[in-house]
């Protein structure tokens, strides 16, 4: 039985990376050698490494602007510290919308002056904050653009005069904006572009090099930069395998025809959640989360019939997280509109019965 990835992360990737990342282990490109036994500071993975960064501005339209993409490991938590220690020299300001921002700010603190600009954990993180002002000269501004575990996305981006600071963990090339609002962003590969073991980073290198303590090498974005993401022995599995899936997004007519899909998917399941009266849905209307949809059942009595449904189905990753309860259904770019029709299936034949 084929299954419906719902997990939040790490998270489906289309069939065809994941075999074609395969067949790089056994052999790449009929070198008699692995992806993963060769040098980094060969030709081969030096094309890879290239191309991945290259593919990461193509997508973002972000090609001959300033811009350097980087790939780094630790996670998006490390970009939390990493950030704060490259950028924060006096003040830096905070919108937080949840775990994942919560946790960025706890890093900040150990840097500089961090400002909570404005927070929405009065309602346990269900909105996106709209109503503040964000005070002038700050070294930066962050935001979390998808709110994986809650459900919220930014649907218009904060006007500021501060460099803007992203954590796309969650949606990065899921839809089509204009990423030049943004001096840096980030995202761990593991939500959507790839496996666990490297994040993207995109900076505009103007925005470096203006903090005065010692930055160690490792943590150093000019440092990484110079060095193309090469400064020490980089994740080459994670790499090729992103790189991949940047190849693939690209081959769908890039983030903008994805950006139309991933609506299309959010709108049924919505939809779903707001007619079926089983189920309530757990963020505001307006600041719904095309990844990350998270609901609830009104009778929480009916889970285990519910659960039932799904597993019959092949619905497999739709916990919520702990901080929700219920279910959150991941619709990252690799889920096809099938999938989704699948769990409306699921949720009318729960309807139905009970
Ligand atoms: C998953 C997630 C993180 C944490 O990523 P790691 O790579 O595990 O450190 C940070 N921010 C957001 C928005 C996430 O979804």
Redesign the pocket.
């Given at each position: 039985m084929q299954l419906h990835n719902f997990s939040a992360?790490p998270s489906i990737l289309p069939k065809e990376v994941m075999y074609q990342a395969g067949e790089a282990v056994k052999e790449l490109n009929n070198s008699k050698l692995s992806l993963i036994e060769i040098s980094h500071r060969s030709k081969a993975f030096i094309e890879i490494m290239d191309e991945a960064c290259e593919l990461a501005l193509r997508l973002t339209g972000l090609e001959n602007q300033g811009y350097k993409a980087l790939f780094v490991q630790g996670?998006?938590?490390?970009q939390f510290l990493m950030i704060a220690y490259n950028l924060l020299q006096n003040k830096a300001g905070y919108l937080n919308t949840g775990t994942?921002s919560d946790k960025a700010i706890k890093e900040a603190k150990l840097f500089g002056d961090v400002v909570e600009v404005s927070s929405s954990k009065d309602k346990n993180y269900n909105y996106i904050p709209k109503d503040y002002s964000i005070p002038s000269g700050l070294d930066y501004l962050h935001i979390?653009t998808?709110?994986?575990i809650f459900g919220t996305q930014y649907k218009s981006i904060p006007k500021t005069t501060s460099p803007l600071v992203a954590?796309m963990?969650?949606d990065i090339f899921s839809r089509d904006f204009d990423y030049s609002k943004f001096d840096l962003f980030y995202a761990?590969a593991?939500?959507n572009m790839g496996p666990?073991g490297t994040?993207l980073v995109i900076i505009k290198e103007s925005i470096l090099g203006k903090v005065s303590r010692a930055i160690p090498s490792m943590l150093n974005y000019q440092i990484q930069s110079s060095k193309d993401s090469m400064f020490n022995t980089p994740p080459v599995f994670a790499v090729y395998t992103s790189m991949l899936n940047m190849r693939w997004i690209e081959a769908q007519g890039g983030v903008k025809v994805l950006g139309e899909k991933n609506a299309s998917k959010a709108k049924l399941i919505y939809e779903e959640i707001d007619r079926n009266n089983r189920f309530e849905g757990f963020a505001n209307q307006e600041d719904r989360s095309n990844m990350n949809a998270t609901f609830n059942l009104k009778d929480p009595s009916l889970a285990e019939a519910f659960d039932g449904f799904c597993e019959a189905a092949g619905i497999s990753g739709l916990k919520g997280h702990r901080s929700v309860g219920g279910y959150r259904a991941s619709m990252y770019n690799a889920m096809s509109i099938e999938s989704v029709e699948i769990l409306v299936d699921c949720m009318q034949a729960l309807e139905k019965k009970y």
């Open positions: 992360g996670g998006a938590s490390l994942w979390t998808n709110n994986t954590d963990s969650s761990g593991q939500k666990a994040t």
